[in-house]
């Protein structure tokens, strides 16, 4: 049987690149990746079912082991920014990259480059590079990605998100076509099989061209934000923009910098090409409201499910992944306790699982009822929903104002807040020993603001989270111990 055609990826701790392998993998690809750290590979479910170099692509021995017997090299270490992507050191790399890929007979090399704009452009790159390199070459060109975890779609979240009313420069108003992650992945893939004697850049965006302020709009409305105000000023100020963003947001500044360059003029494609041989899907290319949407899904589902449990394999290509950058998939603020307990686990286990209902919450309960009023009165369930069973609780269970949302082998018990709230909020409770054999009760109490209001509703409660979540972790402590001691009788 003729083996699968073999594949490498470099740049797979990057933000496309983690999510390209598990595509490759699925469409029956045989795959190789270099890493200068393979250990940081190792929160992919994909890592065992590929072969790793440890390595730095710089480096020719590394680059001929990589390439040996390779059809098909991903370069996706390639700068989507005009003033990297034309650096010195970072146009030596790629030329080195396509003479050993042209010594060692690769097939077709891809490399997924930034989309021309209609302003000044430096006379090469590393996508002109790689196309010149003899070895048949496919340059995907795009503009904003939208997927959670990218640094473009970040910069419109946190900018619509944490400024209803905004003073904007002119960049706004300029033209760009948005295109989804996935399809940015299904166009990765399907270039692979290009005939040999095509080799050139392609244009690819999604089916939407919108100026940068209607993104903000649309993202808003899916959000389900108040519509912005946004006034545009007749000025250009890439570098004053670029300090403006990295105040707003939490995007550095080193990146926030190239993001607006890059938007200083339309960008919007001038051909799509690419669709003779990738044609769309039997759906189309996914719009830029469906795209934020399931966005804005991954990053509610999957930031927090991520932590402590290092959730495995990501349900889309848009799901947040450990290698993204620490600032991706929007704030969460954090109120984290641990505590030594002298109990069992399986004690602790019992008290915990048994927590609200008729047992209540173990902490301040008269601030419990105010809250859970106030939540009656505004439409939510309050308090009043209980528990199903007293003493144990599966996943989809109604838990006052909470849900269920995993119970899990390690002792993990996640609720979801469904009370009315500027944002979305979980409860973790964890039992864990630590290396001396103590049991360890950690608790974390996690909120994902939505605008300026949930910021805002975070800072108002933060005071009275000592009472409230302090007050649960000393309690639960005592229950456990309490449990503890009436089991020991009992025996």
């Known amino acids: 049987m003729t083996p699968a055609p073999l594949v490498l990826v470099t740049g797979v701790t990057g933000y496309v690149g983690g999510r390209l392998v598990p595509e490759l993998l699925q469409a029956g690809y045989r795959v190789r990746v270099v890493a200068r750290y393979p250990e940081r590979l190792s929160g992919h479910e994909w890592r065992s079912g590929v072969e790793v170099v440890r390595g730095d692509v710089a480096d020719p021995d590394v680059l001929a082991e990589s390439l040996a017997d390779v059809d098909v090299a991903y370069h996706l270490i390639t700068p989507l920014t005009a003033d990297l992507a034309a650096d010195p050191a970072v146009l030596a790399a790629a030329r080195a990259f396509g003479r050993a890929a042209a010594d060692a007979g690769v097939g077709r090399v891809v490399c997924l480059s930034r989309l021309r704009t209609d302003g000044p452009q430096h006379p090469d790159d590393v996508a002109d590079v790689l196309l010149a390199s003899g070895v048949p070459t496919a340059v995907l060109r795009a503009g904003v990605i939208i997927g959670s975890g990218s640094a473009s779609f970040e910069m419109l979240r946190y900018l619509t998100e944490r400024l209803p009313v905004m003073v904007t420069p002119l960049w706004l108003l300029h033209e760009v076509q948005p295109v989804a992650v996935r399809d940015v992945l299904r166009y990765l893939v399907g270039v692979a099989t290009l005939p040999e004697d095509v080799s050139r850049s392609f244009d690819i965006g999604g089916p939407d061209v919108l100026s940068y302020r209607d993104m903000m709009q649309r993202y808003a409305a899916v959000a389900g934000l108040p519509r912005r105000v946004i006034v545009p ?77 290092s959730a495995g394999t990501p349900g889309s290509p848009s799901d947040p992944l450990p290698s993204d950058p620490d600032w991706a998939g929007g704030s969460l603020y954090v109120d984290e306790r641990a505590t030594a307990v002298r109990a069992s686990p399986e004690n602790l286990w019992a008290v915990i699982q048994g927590i609200g209902g008729e047992n209540g919450w173990y902490s301040w309960p008269l601030a419990w009822s105010v809250r859970g009023w106030l939540d009656r009165f505004s439409g939510g369930p309050g ?21 269920v949302e995993e119970v899990g082998p390690m002792r993990l018990l996640r609720l979801r807040a469904e009370m009315k709230a500027p944002g979305l909020a979980w409860l973790e409770l964890l039992v864990e020993q630590d290396p001396v054999g103590r049991t360890l009760f950690r608790q974390r109490a996690l909120f994902h603001p939505r605008g300026l209001a949930g910021h805002a509703y975070w800072w108002v409660v933060a005071p009275f989270h000592a009472f409230v979540f302090g007050g649960m972790q000393a309690n639960v402590a005592l229950a456990a111990e309490r449990l503890e001691r009436e089991t020991d009788r009992d025996r």
Do not use: Y
């Open 383 to 403: 308090l009043t929903r209980g528990r199903r069973d007293p003493a144990k609780v599966n996943v989809g269970d109604a838990l006052d104002w909470w849900r």
């Open 233 to 309: 000023l007749p000025v250009r100020t890439p570098r004053m923009s670029a300090h403006w963003v990295g105040l707003v947001t939490p995007v550095p500044h080193r990146i926030a910098r190239p993001l607006v360059a890059g938007l200083e003029h339309d960008a919007v494609c001038s051909e799509l090409d690419v669709q003779r041989w990738v044609p769309d899907p039997p759906g189309g290319r996914l719009g830029f409201d469906r795209a934020v949407e399931l966005a804005l899904q991954r990053v509610r589902e999957a930031t927090v499910t991520t932590r402590w449990t």
